[in-house]
């Protein structure tokens, strides 16, 4: 029986009953990627040593009749995870040689739940891309065509989840980094709410691994299936113990419903600042149609949604703020003269990040000040529906692009050029307040690449965008795994 493309949740059940062991497991898994790693080259840093140890560990606490949630399961980590004894690079060729001596406390939640870790996956240079490729560990394809990206920074896990590499992933999302690779891989990610998750040692090489609350970004999981998601979303929740003296614990609200025709949802497919291609039009409607069959309230339109322009241009804000922040002073200033240039009435996207690339403290407050009045929007919002479904970038898996600079490079959209960053937009949607987001697999385009979109719920209520992910996945499928 070909092991490789089983559920967790099928996994467990198989374990737990005899029928495998881990180190069967972990054998195939490992078979797999000798196989099938050179064309696909997700897994960048492979620790098949440990991993069959960790898996022999596995079945002697089995024999015991010991259990844990993910007690002998395959997974693969985000090569940007502290692991100790394991290079952490971010795709920066000057820490080629960085190798942290802990774990980042996902890491330790995954091994304190019984996972066998296979090794780290690939990401872009500094995490700051929609495709993963770097330097040291090479380019990450898409594993239905690999003249195309996985997506980015969480490609490698993507991509490997697709592959057959592993049962589940973990990953980080600040501009869809979780969600984009989902959608362009075929598999299921989830975007937790802010502050959710603990993510300590999810750090740049060197720098100190410490509880800290980042504006936007988060770390969240990666899977085959909806309820693989949530299984490893109940790992991973909760706080980190430095700051609370605690072990991780955090009762998140059930979801608001159970059956698919109880849920009230709004339907989004356009954007201000960036047309939809057909192909993702289609697999929201696909998601819509599905909805309606099975007897939910859908909506198109609603008065309560927060201006969708707005939230794109202080989420570009917010980001660029603080990815420019230790910038060198020269490099600072350049970007200051450039932003001075700029028309008071230009109000693209591209002049928002170069604005928010030099924000004063004065201006990010104006811009959290904005963010706040869009949460209360939400909250309104969110009182009248249970989730949004929107895409998640406006194409699917487009062809790898190297170019060094990302403002030079363009997106096809239906054979129009866009500025590359741009996409983002959708992302951020869910980003820049902080909310819940499951992306889900919503069929193929008629170039047969998969297509995803994101459910959107509300604050802390990620087990609502999570059920419905599973109620969909009933009704219109889910992963496939690519010929």
Known sequence: ????????????????????????????????????????????????DRAR??????????????????LGIPVTVKESYNMAGMPTTWGMPQYRDFVPAEDAVQVSRLKAAGAVVLGKTNVPLGLHDLQSFNEIYGTTNNPWDHGRTPGGSSGGSAAALAAGFGALSIGSDIGGSLRAPAHFCGVYAHKPTLGLAANRGMVPPTMQ?????????????????ARDLALLLDV???????????????????????RLSDFRVLVLDEHPFIPTGSAVRAGVNRVADALVDGGAHVERHSPLLPDLAEAATIYTQLLFSGSVARFPADAYEQLRTRAAGLSADDRSLGAARLRGMVFS????????????????????????????????????AFPHDHNPDLLERRIDIDGVEYPYLDQLVWAGLATMPGLPSTAIPAGRSSEGLPVGVQLIGPTFEDRTTLRLADLLEQRIGGFQAPK
């Open 236 to 258: 991973m929740a909760g706080p980190d113990p430095l700051t609370l003296g605690v072990a991780h614990d955090l009762a998140l609200p059930p979801a608001r419903h159970q």
């Open 361 to 396: 403290h004065r201006d990010w407050t104006r811009a959290n000040d904005r963010r706040e009045l869009h949460r209360h929007r939400w909250r309104q919002l969110f009182a009248e529906f249970d989730a949004v479904v929107c895409p998640i970038t406006p194409t699917p």
């Open 1 to 48: 029986m070909d092991w490789n493309f089983r559920s967790a949740g099928e996994l467990a059940t198989a374990l737990r009953a005899g029928e495998v062991s881990s180190v069967e497991l972990t054998e195939a898994a490992i078979a797999g990627i000798e196989r099938d790693e050179g064309v696909v080259n997700a897994i960048c840093v492979p620790d098949f």
């Open 209 to 225: 691994a410490l509880p800290v609350d980042f504006d936007l970004a988060v770390v969240g999981p990666m899977a085959r299936t």
């Open 53 to 70: 140890a960790a898996a022999r560990h596995a079945d002697q606490e089995f024999g015991r009749g010991e259990d844990r949630p993910l």
